[in-house]
């Protein structure tokens, strides 16, 4: 069964380091998206992408994220200078078709900002 | 501002009962609602609305949503243990993220033997 696929699973840092999640989205879906997980609250929006550039970003998304599709597989999500606050589980989730089906989450990377 | 509640936040009930979890949303644009469950850590797809009135089952979870009321239940009937976990309800909308999704905080759920 194809798979949204993310690594690594766990990264520790230090705070106002430079920190790259990635992940692999299902081989013929289009869109893809990060979402954050703070301990204990909700699951939120990052970032969508489309066709090699950013469709919709939210209020958390600043200019210390970026993302990124280097090549034709990988969609990363880099955090410039993390904060304490960045510390949660990242999700990616592809879609193969918009406004049909469901998004596909990958397993999540959890970050640590010590 | 764009909101999706879901109630109870938290359910502790014994195997064998019956269920329902609820969720309402106020959004723009509606397209469709979504429950996923999360056990560990990625959510996992169960189901996905888009017309009113119509139920969704599958096994011992069904789900219906109602456009009137803005809202939709997730029942499981004769619960067991392995359903317990966070049951989240997100609404795919115009201004979600092209096509992403506004989860509510979830309900979690605790079956006890």
């Known amino acids: 069964e194809p798979e949204v696929t993310q690594t690594p699973s766990h990264q520790v840092t230090q705070m106002g380091q430079e920190v790259i999640l990635r992940c692999v989205p299902i081989s013929n879906h289009l869109y893809f998206y990060w979402y954050r997980q703070i301990l204990g609250q909700k699951v939120e929006f990052l970032v969508s992408f489309y066709n090699n550039e950013i469709s919709e970003k939210s209020e958390i998304f600043d200019d210390q994220f970026s993302v990124e599709r280097p090549d034709g597989s990988n969609f990363t999500l880099k955090i410039r200078s993390t904060k304490l606050e960045d510390s949660a589980m990242y999700f990616c989730?592809?879609?193969?078709?918009?406004?049909?089906?469901?998004?596909?989450f990958g397993e999540g990377s959890r970050l640590t900002v010590l | 501002e764009d909101k999706v509640v879901q109630s109870p936040l938290s359910l502790v009930v014994h195997e064998g009962d019956t269920v329902t979890l609820n969720c309402s949303y106020e959004v723009t644009n509606f397209r469709s609602l979504l429950w996923y469950k999360q056990e560990k850590k990625a959510p996992t797809f169960l189901f996905m609305l888009t017309s009113s009135g119509i139920e969704k089952k599958s096994g011992r979870l069904s789900s219906i949503l109602d456009k009137k009321e803005l809202s939709s239940i997730l029942n499981i009937t004769a619960t067991q243990t392995g359903d317990s976990a966070i049951y989240l309800c997100a609404v795919r909308h115009s201004g979600g993220g092209a096509d992403g999704l506004t989860f509510g905080k979830g309900t979690h759920l605790i079956i006890q033997p």
């Open positions: 989730a592809s879609l193969g078709q918009r406004n049909t089906g469901e998004l596909f």
